[in-house]
């Protein structure tokens, strides 16, 4: 059993995939999936699925929705079925390695890793790995609750971490100017994030392209004066000084 969570909702045996249509279903499951091997309990499932606006009988509803999410998970002569009933709630009882989240946290620490000592190739094998896991964003198209919306922008915030770590180990390579188009399309995407222009402005800087890479500085600064209110960080600012002063040691 393989349960993905790093795009659309899917759980697959094989190349069977096990069709879970209803929608609440869905949302149960995706908040069982946030915390697995947990109990998450009846009450935070209520408010999972159905907000601040849970039918008078949401106890005996969510008992019908664990009932189809066991008979979808279900395998004739299969393993026991995962979904267990604990006295506050439910669990999901499926080893960590069936999960595709866990398979992307497990790449993106040996990248951690292999970039902090140096070991660049190996690090892009990790983080490409890592990201090709990805199908889109975090449980995408389910209107999640709480528990499964903190997980997805858990993994969203992983994710990028994974891209800006690759990101240094393509610069670290020299291979800056392959990345120059992706870093345009993620500071489009995450206009917020200040390490992403310090990446730009380093490739394009690398690629002798030193008035594109202050364009991106002023863009920043006024991305950020405008939309929250503050000036650039260290780290930024000093990405820019040392473009200014053609000083690549301080990259």
């Given at each position: 059993m393989r349960y993905e969570v790093l795009g659309t909702l899917r759980v697959l045996d094989g190349d069977r995939e096990f069709l879970i249509n209803a929608r609440k279903v869905q949302i149960l499951l995706a908040a069982l999936l946030s915390r697995p091997g947990e109990v998450v309990t009846t009450d935070q499932?209520?408010?999972?699925?159905?907000?601040?606006?849970?039918?008078?009988?949401?106890?005996?509803?969510?008992?019908?929705?664990v009932s189809q999410l066991r008979k979808s998970l279900d395998r004739p002569g299969g393993p026991a079925n995962p979904i267990v009933t604990r006295p506050l709630g439910y669990l999901l009882d499926s080893p960590a390695e069936e999960q595709d989240a866990t398979e992307f946290h497990r790449l993106l620490d040996d990248g951690r890793q292999a970039l902090r000592e140096l070991r660049l190739q190996e690090a892009v094998i990790s983080c490409e790995a890592a990201l090709a896991l990805w199908r889109g964003p975090a449980l995408d198209e389910l209107p999640v609750g709480p528990i499964a919306g903190a997980y997805a922008s858990s993994l969203t915030e992983s994710r990028l971490e994974c891209t800006e770590l690759l990101m240094e180990a393509y610069c670290e390579l020299g291979r800056h100017r392959e990345i120059v188009g992706r870093l345009y399309s993620l500071v489009a995407e995450n206009p917020l994030?200040?390490?992403?222009?310090?990446?730009?402005?380093?490739?394009?800087?690398?690629?002798?392209?030193?008035a594109d890479a202050l364009?991106?500085?002023?863009?920043?600064?006024?991305t950020l004066r405008d939309e929250v209110g503050v000036e650039p960080g260290r780290r930024l600012q000093a990405m820019h000084q040392a473009i200014l002063a053609d000083s690549r040691v301080a990259m």
């Open positions: 499932l209520i408010t999972e699925i159905w907000g601040q606006k849970a039918p008078r009988r949401a106890e005996a509803s969510l008992y019908v929705h994030r200040e390490s992403l222009y310090r990446y730009l402005m380093r490739a394009l800087y690398l690629s002798e392209r030193k364009e991106v500085y002023r863009k920043a600064r006024a």
